[in-house]
């Protein structure tokens, strides 16, 4: 199966995960970034990756899947978001991170993925651009009333990402 891993990756861990998904889906696996706009013509599957900033993946994922609208309508897709929470939480009424980020770019398929979820990510504070310190900075207060340092974290775990691997080809064998 000819497959096309599409990421948009700002500071290098989606694509870093989109590497390790073609060591474990293995064949005819290619991973690119997003904003190269790699065709998906001749492939069977493409695996849609972004970070998530701000609560939304990135606009070059968001671009590339309008410009390929028609031509994902014939293939098998997968959506992933790489965070540090994959699983939301709800501070001051509202939903931060989880699923809510990546809901939109499901939505904006022709037809629904076979697959998605959520990939642990990381946060360097040396690699962050001044816009993203600062949003942090900020989003620390509000979590805890105060300022705080922005401390290095990582949940990318190879493991996680392989067995998301497993669920594509769970699915690829029994479609649901």
């Known amino acids: 199966m000819k497959t096309l891993i599409v990421c948009a990756s700002k500071y290098g861990s989606t694509f870093e995960i989109g590497k390790w998904l073609t060591e474990r889906l293995g064949g005819d696996s290619l991973v690119d970034r997003a904003e190269s706009m790699p065709h998906p013509a001749d492939t069977d599957l493409v695996i849609l990756g972004s970070g998530i900033y701000r609560h939304h993946v990135l606009p070059s994922l968001e671009e590339y899947v309008n410009r390929f609208k028609d031509e994902l309508k014939g293939k098998k897709t997968v959506v992933f978001g790489v965070a540090m929470d994959t699983t939301g939480v709800f501070v001051r009424g509202k939903v931060h991170g989880g699923w809510d980020c990546i809901l939109p770019l499901i939505s904006?398929?022709?037809?629904?993925?076979?697959?998605a979820g959520l990939l642990g990510g990381e946060i360097n504070p040396n690699k962050l651009d001044a816009k993203d310190t600062e949003g942090l900075k900020q989003?620390?207060?509000?979590?805890?009333?105060?300022?705080?340092?922005?401390?290095?974290k990582t949940r990318m775990d190879k493991n996680d990402v392989w067995a998301?691997?497993?669920?594509?080809?769970?699915?690829?064998e029994r479609p649901i």
């Open 108 to 115: 904006s398929l022709p037809k629904p993925p076979i697959h």
């Open 139 to 152: 989003f620390y207060k509000m979590l805890c009333g105060r300022e705080t340092p922005i401390p290095y």
């Open 164 to 172: 998301f691997a497993e669920k594509i080809l769970e699915r690829l």
